[in-house]
């Protein structure tokens, strides 16, 4: 359905070290840099995120009710992406946990990156049994 997602950074540099950091978490790598204009990443099913300096020159800004959510595989890897985005300047938009009212299954955690951009990483999978 999608092509890819792409957000806009005032500082690039922070967006590429708080992106790298938090989208390790789930398994997302940086697969391209353009020098002061883009920063793009991909999963092994080659979804793309893209995080740009404006095209039109004018300040990034937060679109208001717009964020982006990454799977995960796991619900220790959303506890991790909360974690990590945290560690790295982001800040917390719903610690991670169950959200029965979207479904049974359904476990996620919300933070904002260092622009205020609102991610979240959910697992729509059963928390697996140990021992």
Same mark, same amino acid.
């Given at each position: 359905?999608?092509?890819?997602?792409?957000?806009?950074?005032?500082?690039?540099?922070?967006?590429?070290?708080?992106?790298?950091?938090?989208?390790?978490?789930?398994?997302?790598?940086?697969?391209?840099?353009?020098?002061?204009?883009?920063?793009?990443? &991909?999963?092994?099913? #080659?979804?793309?995120?893209?995080? %740009? =300096?404006?095209?039109? /020159? @004018?300040?990034?800004?937060?679109?208001?009710?717009?964020?982006?959510?990454?799977?995960?595989?796991?619900?220790?890897?959303?506890?991790?992406?909360?974690?990590?985005?945290?560690?790295?300047?982001?800040?917390?938009?719903?610690?991670?946990?169950?959200?029965? &009212?979207?479904?049974? #299954?359904?476990?996620?955690?919300? %933070? =904002?990156?260092?622009? /205020? @951009?609102?991610?979240?990483?959910?697992?729509?999978?059963?928390?697996?049994?140990?021992?």
């Amino acid at each position: 359905m999608y092509s890819h997602i792409t957000i806009g950074s005032n500082d690039l540099q922070r967006a590429a070290e708080f992106y790298d950091a938090v989208l390790a978490t789930l398994g997302i790598e940086r697969w391209m840099t353009r020098e002061g204009a883009l920063l793009g990443y &991909q999963d092994e099913g #080659h979804n793309r995120f893209f995080v %740009v =300096r404006p095209f039109d /020159g @004018n300040p990034a800004t937060v679109g208001n009710g717009v964020h982006v959510a990454f799977s995960a595989p796991s619900r220790a890897q959303v506890d991790a992406f909360h974690a990590t985005a945290l560690a790295n300047g982001g800040t917390d938009e719903g610690p991670p946990g169950p959200r029965p &009212q979207y479904h049974e #299954h359904y476990y996620g955690a919300y %933070v =904002r990156d260092p622009e /205020g @951009n609102k991610l979240q990483a959910t697992c729509h999978m059963p928390e697996q049994a140990t021992g």
